[in-house]
């Protein structure tokens, strides 16, 4: 145990030169920082990730035909029944559904707009989880009975009704007019995959024909009954499309698993890349204390050889310069955690709404045992040099 002498001792000589002690404290308040930072960082990039595609669904497959050489047909492309063979055909499958979009032009006050008109089958709002802001959604009777009815997407009901409430109100896509009857959003983009765009009109799959001439679906969609069932979905999706088109024609089919896996994996490499560089600005924090105490026990040798000669032992003088490393690490990591904690804090309100800040405490005690160790292990051989001066030759030091 160390005395409270001791400690007493450290804490005059570390205020005897302020400005060494505060240059030795500032290597290892950057290093813990830097430790405290990696974590949050990490936690949540990893955070924002999963919410994203989890926002989209984990469990969701997708597949789309990929037009090959000149002999591709229209029998190759995904159509209606397909959509409707893969629930049936797959137990883990626990909905299903399809999209159709094609480019439109709509007047809008006097000028062309270019939107995308979705037909959509049953199921698609589950699967996609979009959010109706307004309104309501698409039901059974509207899809059966082909009703002219669609839900126009947030951006653009704002441009075509900008002062009015759209619910009730017609627009017309080409050749037919449909009923406004909700306005929806999306709650994630499907990485580069999605069929809704900023101007969308969402209407049933039914009326597609009648402005297509087919029954192709250019997206469809499979959601997993579990997580772990996924990569079986994938599989079965992909059979069940083989199966009903003629060999050699090629789908893509995939899900978001890989990509929550390929992202948790980037994470982690780029958090123990960080984390390295933390581990070395606290080394390098850790030589500058030995560096600065080595220098003060040559400056204080004569006061050394005085405390050995009135009685102080050497494991007294050992304990007395270990004190005052630890001290400047134990600082150190204060100063370090303390902005480590509030730097993210105080950026959060300038981050998009959908990031937030994960913090984990444990990162804070990691850092704090970690800056104490390297007081202790570059401290020792300093104060061990301390100890093991002969009190005779310090008192005869200039």
């Given at each position: ?168 109100r017609t627009v017309r896509v080409g050749e037919l007019s449909f009923t406004v009857i909700g306005v929806f959003r999306e709650r994630g983009a499907t990485f580069g995959e999605s069929d809704v765009q900023r101007y969308t009109v969402l209407v049933p799959y039914s009326l597609m024909p009648y ?188």
């Amino acid at each position: 145990m160390i005395a409270p002498g001791i400690s007493l001792e450290a804490v005059r000589a570390l205020r005897a030169s302020k400005l060494r002690s505060l240059l030795s404290t500032l290597g290892v308040a950057i290093g813990s920082a830097c430790v405290v930072l990696v974590v949050t960082i990490s936690l949540s990039a990893r955070s924002y990730i999963t919410g994203l595609v989890e926002a989209v669904g984990s469990n969701l497959v997708y597949a789309q035909f990929v037009p090959g050489d000149r002999t591709s047909s229209l029998s190759d492309y995904t159509t209606f029944g397909d959509v409707e063979t893969i629930k049936p055909s797959i137990p883990q499958v626990i909905n299903a559904a399809g999209s159709r979009g094609i480019p439109k032009d709509m007047t809008v006050g006097g000028e062309e707009l270019s939107i995308t008109l979705l037909g959509v089958t049953e199921g698609y709002q589950e699967i996609r989880r979009l959010v109706v802001l307004r309104g309501r959604y698409l039901d059974p009777d509207d899809m059966e009975t082909h009703s002219k009815v669609c839900l126009l997407s947030e951006e653009l009901a704002k441009r075509i009704f900008p002062a009015d409430d759209p619910i009730g109100r017609t627009v017309r896509v080409g050749e037919l007019s449909f009923t406004v009857i909700g306005v929806f959003r999306e709650r994630g983009a499907t990485f580069g995959e999605s069929d809704v765009q900023r101007y969308t009109v969402l209407v049933p799959y039914s009326l597609m024909p009648y402005y297509t001439g087919d029954d192709v679906v250019t997206m469809l969609y499979a959601q997993a009954d579990r997580a772990e069932d996924v990569p079986l979905v994938t599989r079965g999706v992909a059979e069940v499309l083989r199966s009903r088109h003629r060999t050699g024609v090629v789908y893509n089919v995939q899900n978001l698993a890989s990509l929550l896996d390929a992202a948790r994996k980037i994470s982690l490499a780029l958090s123990v890349v960080l984390l390295v560089i933390g581990f070395i600005t606290l080394t390098i924090g850790g030589v500058n204390i030995m560096n600065i105490m080595l220098v003060t026990v040559k400056e204080r040798t004569h006061e050394i050889g005085l405390r050995r000669a009135v009685g102080a032992r050497r494991a007294d003088i050992r304990s007395q310069f270990l004190m005052e490393a630890v001290m400047i690490s134990g600082i150190g990591a204060f100063a370090g955690i303390l902005a480590g904690v509030i730097i993210p804090v105080a950026v959060e309100p300038f981050l998009p709404g959908n990031l937030a800040v994960r913090s984990a405490w444990l990162s804070v005690l990691v850092a704090f045992g970690v800056c104490c160790a390297v007081g202790i292990a570059f401290g020792y051989l300093p104060a061990d040099v301390a100890a093991k001066l002969e009190p005779a030759e310090a008192l005869r030091h200039e």
